[in-house]
């Protein structure tokens, strides 16, 4: 793969490829778009694989200036993002995140014992940075920011492990060939907090063309050239 991408992101395509978590071919996506690959973090449930996706995570957390108190996972694929992404933090730099918490919420509600809908630290009060796997339409997204404003946290940003790089699915009446920013950037301008992503589609493209079929790169640079958001 091309030196220009960092070890850490190339080690973690390496695993996405190893693992299934990325495959090529024609899968149709939540928004309904064809698209030629698809990426699925579900499928880093070993323990090396999981290392990888925690590692990753990290370093790219760590690469950026976000002050945070809580690395929150949504229910359920943000879950063990934000458990296994905070060990690694704590091990990168213990000085620095040592003292952050983690927290995810359930789906209902429990009713007995500590009861509530959050588990591990509470939000009150403090700067949040949500972790999770891919941003389509930032539904998931907007869902976790309205759970962390109910407990009265402050939306420190979002990492996410893959930014597609194209353009939000249109609104109502809004046909497709218009010009859009991503759901990342329109995430970005709502809230007005950092939004990352550990892997770009670019860094496929880049890294797959040593190792991946003339196909598969053409499908996706083909894929991007139709999708890509507007800056």
Known sequence: MSASIPQ????????????????????????GRQSPYFFNAGMFHRGALLRSLSTAF????????IEFDI????????IPLAVAGLDKLSELDEKRFGHVSYSFNRKEAKDHGDGGTIVGAPLQGKKVLIVDDVMTAGTAVREAVNIIESQGGILAGVVVALDRMEKAPPQEGEAEDAPRKSTL???RKRYGVPVV????????VEGYK??????????????????????
Do not use: H, M, W
């Not at 990290?58 to 200036?65: F, L, N, Q, R, S």
């Not at 690395?71 to 943000?78: E, I, Q, V």
């Open 71 to 78: 690395l929150f996972g949504p229910a359920y694929k943000g």
């Open 8 to 31: 850490y992101k190339r080690d973690f395509l390496d695993a996405c490829t190893t693992s299934g978590c990325l495959k090529f071919g024609n899968f149709t996506l939540k928004s």
């Open 210 to 231: 040593k190792i991946g079929t003339e196909q598969d790169i053409k499908n996706l640079e083909e894929y991007r050239a139709k999708y890509q958001a507007s800056n």
């Open 58 to 65: 990290a370093k790219t957390i760590a690469g950026e200036d």
């Open 185 to 187: 950037g329109e995430v």
């Open 197 to 204: 992503a550990v892997l770009t589609l670019d860094d496929i």
